[in-house]
């Protein structure tokens, strides 16, 4: 994800002055005015941001059964009724159509670009699925004081294609897609304790401390976001990560489908501490 | 350790033909009648193991203190009345005299040699301290499916001395010791989350992958236990060991000390699933 809007950094600079943005309903509704377009990572703190996948009800069963199969890369937080823009159990007003800043539409599984209304693409046949984001982890982490770094730096998370093979559903599969964040030893010990509370959002790490298992031939260079800085004394951590859906849909091909744009994701009224098992 | 008695596996051979193995009361009895003096891992599964800590009134308080200001190391399960050689939450017919099938014996903080009852040694101002043992939580290993390299192999479990420095309490000082299983990293996180269910058996490890981080030059030499073999693609990782104490008596010189002689352990009646916390 070369050259993207807006850094969480300048998200986060350019906000919080004139308008509430802890409160999740005047997020979605400052984006849904078009007032909002950038990465939503420093919004709405305490609340659950969700990655959204849309597809034709004709590949809906399989895809709900490509997530169930993978839910640490694909945990579903909520699932629409066919044609229906709305998931109430998210937030009461939320619109799909319009509440997210940035869309990435797909066509026959092929990237035709990012828009940031779906309005005018909305079917009566669309199902909309709703998945746990890494920003729900993060927030636990970051309340247990543990650095995480690409937040320090102000850039984008790297996010790697592994050589792990999702279990297929139907015409749905592909290879696991991960995040990585450095810690220390202990650090990661504690990480690895944290996110496991949070199985709804990506839950336990995949993998740790050697890349090249994994398929990942240079952990510095990022296959999407920002390349990361490793420090020595700290070791990779790679969770499951929401964007490898995408490369399932790519597989899939549906004439249509309709994710989020990286990092610009579903602002929900559900609060992350709720999300916790332990 | 050099030259110990018997190694696991030759315990688990001599037994389980004549008497029942599984009752820790009954092994408990064999050992104070003399006809046992091995190692007990392979002995009362399902029940708990402790590490023994017997010191003078003059010094109890002081390692009390130990051990709550680290519990990783020294996970305290019970504490006996001045003068007492019982730990009735641990055993009804418990007899810390006789029923562990080897002590060491420390004098002036020096190690005195190993003997295989202390009923000649006891005092009426002993305070005895039961702590939690790695036993337990590799018990919850091998339930979840996890291996265990050295008792793979019948070996011993390789321990080091690190440079992690025990947070100090009156004469009793010193770094942890810690003990090392080998594992894949997906292996290496369902470690660390089995693990985290017990805090009263040292709980989560406290470092993995890498060794010169926490001062150990070579984890293929083992300052006790036997030297691992560490696979290609797995990772170190380490938990904190109930040796521990033994390095802070040496610190705090008591004129007498005793504690058990590693692997030779306290059979308790406590099953080890009471211990989980989740």
């Known amino acids: 994800m070369s050259a993207t809007t807006t850094t969480v950094a300048e998200a986060a600079h350019g906000l919080g002055l004139d308008w509430n943005t802890t409160d999740p309903v005047e997020v979605r509704r400052r984006i ?3 007032r909002f377009h950038g990465h939503t990572g420093a919004l709405a703190k305490g609340y659950v941001q969700a990655n959204l996948a849309i597809l034709p009800a004709d590949y809906a069963d399989e895809f709900a059964r490509f997530c169930q199969r993978n839910p640490k890369p694909c945990p579903l937080l909520a699932m629409s009724e066919p044609g229906s823009p709305h998931l109430p159990e998210l937030g009461e007003d939320l619109d799909l159509r319009t509440d997210l800043p940035s869309y990435r539409v797909f066509r026959d599984g092929e990237l035709d ?7 005018d693409l909305w079917r009566d046949d669309f199902v ?3 998945l746990g984001c890494s920003f729900s982890f ?3 982490l970051i309340d247990a004081g543990l650095p995480i770094r ?3 730096d102000g850039s984008l998370c790297p996010v790697y294609l592994t050589d792990i093979e999702c279990t297929p559903a139907g015409r749905f599969r592909g290879r696991m897609v991960v995040s990585m964040r450095p810690f220390t030893p202990a650090d990661a010990i504690k990480a690895v304790q944290i996110t496991s509370r949070y199985p709804r959002v990506h839950g336990a790490p995949v993998h740790l401390g050697m890349p090249e298992r994994i398929g990942i031939e240079d952990v510095e260079r990022a296959w999407q976001g920002d390349d990361p800085v490793v420090e020595a004394g700290r070791i990779p951590v790679f969770w499951a990560c929401g964007i490898t859906p995408q490369v399932a849909v790519r ?3 549906p004439p249509i489908a309709i994710t989020h744009t990286p990092s610009h ?8 501490a709720t999300l916790s098992v332990g």
């Not at 670009?113 to 309005?119: A, H, T």
């Not at 994701?265 to 992350?272: E, I, S």
């Open 32 to 34: 849904r005015a078009g």
């Open 113 to 119: 670009g990012d828009v940031r209304s779906i309005e």
């Open 128 to 130: 909309a699925f709703a």
């Open 138 to 140: 993060e927030e636990a």
């Open 150 to 152: 690409h937040w320090r």
């Open 251 to 253: 597989s899939a091909r």
């Open 265 to 272: 994701m579903l602002v929900t009224d559900v609060r992350n």
